[in-house]
């Protein structure tokens, strides 16, 4: 890779991470150049402007939220578990929550009550990545989900990741999370 794509990639490295931790409002131009030292002049050299710079964030945060999940279902899928059973477990697990914390974690569960403020290209990519996490719920069953069951499915994950965010004490929120994974585990897979 060039040094300009090097950059580039950092630069969205740190951009998607803060989008998902901070939301929309508090990515700056200014404070992610600054968090790669680099100049706020630097910033044209790579995007022509903040909405470009939330779009191609929006996406980089989206595809590492995925390949995290897709190495976290390979994994518990290697212990016997059935791979929507896999992916139900993780997502709804305090190693995620804190993933939530730190900009790792699901962007659509982190901002999706935000992103109707999104510029256009970047609301374009978060409505199709509802739809990409409906279609992976999908794959993901051994039985035939319907679109009906996968938003159905997709809204109870976010959800309840959403609420176990905001308690404050994370042995409540484990208990929730464990709570709604099993009876979505009994409700999805073994349903």
């Not at 999940?69 to 390979?74: A, E, G, L, N, Y």
């Not at 190693?95 to 900009?103: C, F, K, N, V």
Request: net charge positive; aromatic share 6%.
């Amino acid at each position: 890779m060039s040094k300009k794509a090097i950059t580039h990639q950092r630069i969205l490295d740190v951009a998607a991470s803060q989008l998902s931790r901070d939301g929309l409002d508090r990515v700056s131009v200014a404070k992610v150049m600054k968090a790669c030292g680099l100049t706020h002049g630097g910033f044209y050299a790579h995007f022509p402007d903040r909405d470009r710079l939330i779009a191609e964030a929006l996406s980089h945060a989206l595809e590492k939220a995925g390949e995290r999940q897709d190495r976290q279902v390979t994994t518990l899928t290697r212990s016997g578990m059935a791979p929507l059973e896999a992916f139900i477990t993780g997502y709804l697990s305090l190693r995620h929550l804190a993933a939530m914390d730190s900009g790792e974690g699901c962007i659509i569960a982190a901002q999706c009550a935000t992103f109707i403020h999104f510029p256009p290209e970047a609301m374009g990519i978060a409505a199709g990545s509802v739809k990409n996490f409906q279609r992976h719920l999908r794959a993901l069953s051994q039985y035939r989900l319907s679109e009906k069951q996968a938003f159905q499915l997709h809204s109870t994950l976010t959800g309840a990741l959403l609420l176990a965010r905001a308690l404050n004490d994370r042995n409540d929120a484990d208990e929730y999370l464990q709570q709604t994974a099993s009876e979505l585990i009994a409700a999805y897979v073994h349903g």
